[in-house]
């Protein structure tokens, strides 16, 4: 077999992107509360898990997901949340293939565990508020205005950031399972893999 | 035809553009509007940037949202020159909040708007090669690019079948109107899929050997002036950035 991808393969990837896409920005519009922004990490992955679990479906080939991941960092840069999700979308991304590759694309309940481990990407939007913590509370005085500033600063002490991979993580381990469940209940059935 | 994101069909855009400006312009708006941080001369220089797409929409007759843009940002830059001060509490809080993301989202959005109202795929696809990016973030990127708006039309309209069998928002269980919603809308567009990469497929797209392309790409003078304004905005960046130390 042809482990190289193709054109065929690609063309997947960008699709999947863009449904994943869509479904985590309607889910994570609710950002814009302040209150609720650290639950964005655990809305994500729980809501992405029903996409993933059908796109890793049909991958069969080595790299997909790093692409996936660059993709999605790099649509994360042009909505205006910071260049931090392209790296971290390039190393969950290329953890989880190594994942899917050892177990050779086909082991269900192992893809539940790659969803958590590539759920963790979305670390990449949190990094910036806590690692250049000042500036990122400058930038957001004059746009958002000191009250909003202040409340965001005070849910988002700086060991959160661990706890958030942590929760990205479960929730994405959880979203996987969501994800495998209405896998099974509606494609298999519906002979769309 | 109604919806689409990059046109399929070349339309006149007045100022006539690269498309590597186009995105040049575009990030530079996304990093310094977007998330900038708005501190000495920046506060300036941001107002250079917005006019770049109000300048741009006009130039290529799109009028109304010429006008909208025009409502739209400077209504919300008055509110925050004048207005807020006079407001208190909680109306001050929010107001500031809304007039916060619509000053920081509408120049980037237009500008979005612009670009793939005004890019072919073609051309993008060519201005991608042109910078020598890999094919495989190439052809996914403007796949992707191609399919939001189906999706978003796909979504629009399940949620039109989900309301008339009263399934909507506020009506029932969360979990149940998720899977109602995804579940529909990821079989039509994995069909919808399959479909793009056969038709796809038969342009050559993912072929072994170099694709060509008919369309003319080169930087002009006006795409020299645009990029000396991206540079600037950089440039006064990290001025500022040098002069905090």
């Known amino acids: 077999m042809n482990n190289k991808l193709q054109g065929k393969d690609l063309i997947n990837i960008g699709i999947f992107t863009a449904i994943y896409f869509i479904v985590i920005f309607a889910a994570a519009s ?97 990094i910036p508020i806590v690692v250049t913590r000042d500036a990122y509370y400058q930038s957001l005085l004059p746009g958002y205005g000191q009250e909003y500033a202040d409340t965001l600063m005070a849910y988002m002490p700086d060991w959160i950031l661990p706890a958030l991979l942590i929760a990205a993580f479960v929730s994405g381990l959880v979203g996987g399972l969501i994800g495998r469940k209405i896998f099974k209940k509606h494609f298999e059935r519906a002979g769309i893999v | 035809m109604s919806r689409e994101l990059l046109a399929s069909q070349k339309n006149n855009s007045g100022i006539l553009l690269d498309p590597r400006t186009k995105l040049a312009v575009l990030i530079t708006i996304a990093v310094f509007i977007l998330g900038g941080s708005y501190e000495g001369i920046m506060q300036y220089y941001i107002i250079v940037l917005a006019a770049i797409p109000l300048l741009l929409l006009s130039a290529a007759r799109k009028w109304k949202g010429a006008v909208l843009y025009i409502l739209i940002f400077g209504g919300s830059l008055c509110l925050e020159m004048f207005g807020l001060s006079r407001l208190t509490g909680v109306a001050n809080y929010i107001a500031v909040a809304v007039v916060g993301i619509l000053l920081r989202f509408t120049p980037s959005v237009v500008m979005g708007y612009f670009v793939v109202t005004t890019t072919t795929v073609s051309e993008f696809v060519a201005a991608m090669e042109r910078l020598h990016l890999p094919q495989q973030i190439t052809i996914p990127m403007s796949v992707m690019f191609r399919f939001f708006p189906t999706v978003a039309e796909e979504w629009s309209a399940i949620g039109d079948a989900m309301r008339m069998r009263g399934i909507r928002f506020g009506g029932g269980k969360v979990g149940a109107i998720l899977e109602y919603r995804i579940v529909p809308m990821m079989i039509c567009s994995v069909k919808i899929g399959e479909e793009l990469s056969q038709a796809a497929l038969t342009r050559g797209l993912g072929g072994p050997v170099k694709r060509t392309n008919i369309c003319k790409l080169g930087f002009h003078v006006q795409d020299v002036i645009f990029l000396l304004i991206c540079l600037g905005a950089f440039a006064a960046q990290i001025y500022v950035l040098a002069a905090r130390r």
């Open chain 1, 30 to 126: 609710i950002g814009f509360i302040p209150i609720f922004i650290p639950l964005i990490s655990v809305i994500v992955p729980l809501v992405g898990g029903i996409p993933m679990m059908l796109f890793f479906s049909k991958i069969k080939k080595f790299g997909m997901l790093t692409i996936c991941g660059v993709l999605l960092g790099i649509i994360m840069l042009l909505t205006g949340m910071g260049w931090w999700c392209i790296p971290t979308g390039l190393i969950f991304g290329l953890i989880s293939d190594f994942m899917m590759k050892a177990c050779d694309y086909k082991n269900a309940k192992r893809e539940v565990l790659i969803h958590g481990v590539f759920s963790m990407w979305v670390i990449g939007a949190f």
